[in-house]
Each structure stands twice: as C-alpha cells, then as structure tokens.
C-alpha cells in the first residue's frame, strides 16, 4: 500500500494545477473574446424585437421598457407560412435522403459487385464539384421539367445534392458494424432485407440522425436555388420569404427582428432534442470512417 498523501505533496498539486491553469488563461481569454462577438449580435436582436422604433432610435444598446410584444404577433402572421413551407420541404426532403442514403449505403458497404469500388469513387468526387458550377443546367432542367415555382424543384434538386455526402456516412457506418451481427441474423433465418431493417438501421440511429441534421441545416438555410426557381410568395421557403420580409420591413426594426427570433426558434428546438443523437453520429463517424 502506498503511503496517503502529506501536506507537500498537496502543495505540490496545487501549485502544479495553478501552474497549467495559468497556462491556458491566454486560450480562454480568446475563446471568450469569440464568444462575446458570436453571441453579442444574437442578444442584440433578441433585446431589439422588443422595442418599438421609437424605443430604437433612442437607446440601440439596452433594453426598455414597455416590451412591445405586438412586433412577434405582427411578424408570425407573415413569416407563419414560410415555416410552414420550410417545414414541408425540408422534411420531406431528409425523408427521402435518410430512405435511400441509408440503402445506398448497406448496399456498397455489405454487397460485392463489379466495379464497385470505382463508381463509388466516381460517386464521392461529385463532393468536390462547387453547386454553383451546376446552378445553371439544374435550373434549365428544372424550367424545361415545369416544375418552377413548385416544391419539387426545390425537393428534388436538394435530394440529389444531399445523397453524396450522406451515402457516404451511412457506407462508412455500415462498414464499422460487427461481421458476427449479420452472420447470426442469417443463422436465425433472417432476410437481407429483414438484416437491413431490423438489425442496421437500429444500429445506424446516430449517423441517421447525422445525415438529418446536416440536411435540415442545409435546406433551411438555402437561399440561392429558391431565389433562382420560386418566384411564388405561396411558395417561398424560409430563407427566401425572410428577404421578402426584409424588404417589407426594413424599416419597422422590431417587427423586422422578431422575424428573425420566430425563424431561428424550429431549428434551436430540434437541435435541444436531437443534440445527443447528433454528436453520437459525429464522433461516430469520424472514429469509424
């Protein structure tokens, strides 16, 4: 048994701690030097949509009171739409990435075929094209298909931008998976399908909720393809009818800025509920990949 330790090994301990923390001082300086610019601005529109304009014009910093409530009834009675819209498109569109990704995936990842290596090589370096090299012919396509100013031309354009990257994880995380999962499904009588559905995709709910994740991100915030194919205020996105409600209201800076608070809160809630699926997919994925 060691001897507990004395008084001098505590001070040493403690000088050592205060020595390493003196250390990272500079390192936490900085990061909250970020973290007042990162989040200064969001406070300062949050204070803003409570004010009247009068309120505005007159002290830009601090809040006051009385709180103008009226500017959140007056934007959601516009922007409620374009959520609505949002909502719609975006899930359908991490609907149908997660279905196909996902089989995308158990497919190059447990199946041998011809040439598989090479067009999943092939499949992957459309990673590296820039969207805008593909903005034009995308949008021809869409126009000569009738599908401007409808969801599809947004949905479908999403769905094929999306599977690259997404069928990629989904094969990285199908890979990681135990060979001994799949031999005793098989030895019980199981199905490839009934293999895929009930043993992989179970397993796959953190890089599924990943693969969600990263497109709700990506649909929500698009605003250069809506601009390019909806001309429709019906069927303006989020994004998209946020610009249009600039422009209404660049001059009523509370309702402008209780816009911006309603669009920004479906997001925030997903990510407080799906937040521990999210990083689960992430850490597992870049230690499996």
Same mark, same amino acid.
């Given at each position: ?53 009068? #309120? ?5 910093? %601090? ?10 009834? !007056? +934007? ?15 899930? !359908?569109?991490?609907? %149908?990435?997660?279905?196909? +990704?996902?089989? +995308?995936?158990?497919?190059?990842? =447990?199946?041998? @075929? ?23 012919? =995308? ?39 135990? #060979? ?15 293999? @895929? ?46 610009? #249009?409600?600039?422009?209404? @209201? ?20 997903? @990510?407080?509920?799906?937040?521990? #699926? ?10 499996? +990949?």
């Amino acid at each position: 048994m060691g001897r507990p330790p004395g008084d001098k090994d505590l001070n040493l301990l403690t000088r050592k701690r205060l020595r390493l923390g003196n250390r990272d001082l500079p390192f936490q300086l900085v990061l909250f030097a970020f973290g007042i610019v990162t989040f200064f601005p969001l406070v300062l529109v949050v204070i803003t949509s409570f004010k009247s304009n009068t #309120q505005f014009y007159h002290n830009f910093w %601090l809040p006051e009171l009385p709180l103008h409530l009226g500017n959140y009834r !007056s +934007a959601f009675r516009i922007i409620w739409r374009f959520i609505l819209n949002s909502v719609i498109y975006s899930g !359908s569109t991490i609907c %149908l990435i997660a279905a196909i +990704a996902s089989v +995308a995936g158990y497919v190059f990842a =447990r199946f041998r @075929f011809p040439f598989k290596t090479v067009l999943f090589l092939g499949f992957i370096t459309l990673i590296m094209v820039p969207g805008v090299l593909t903005l034009a012919p =995308r949008f021809v396509l869409v126009r000569d298909l009738g599908m401007v100013n409808t969801p599809f031309a947004l949905i479908s354009v999403w769905v094929s931008g999306g599977l690259v990257l997404s069928t990629w994880l989904m094969r990285s995380y199908f890979e990681s998976l135990p #060979q001994e999962l799949f031999d005793a499904a098989y030895v019980d009588g199981a199905a490839e399908w009934q293999v @895929f559905l009930y043993v992989s995709v179970p397993l796959a709910r953190p890089m599924i909720a990943t693969v969600a994740m990263t497109t709700l991100i990506g649909t929500w915030n698009d605003l250069i393809w809506p601009l390019v194919t909806i001309t429709d205020k019906s069927q303006m996105p989020l994004a998209l009818g946020l610009m #249009q409600f600039s422009s209404d @209201f660049e001059t009523d800076w509370g309702t402008l800025f209780a816009g911006y608070v309603i669009s920004s809160i479906p997001l925030l809630c997903v @990510f407080a509920v799906a937040m521990r #699926q999210f990083i689960s997919g992430l850490t597992s994925g870049s230690i499996k +990949a």
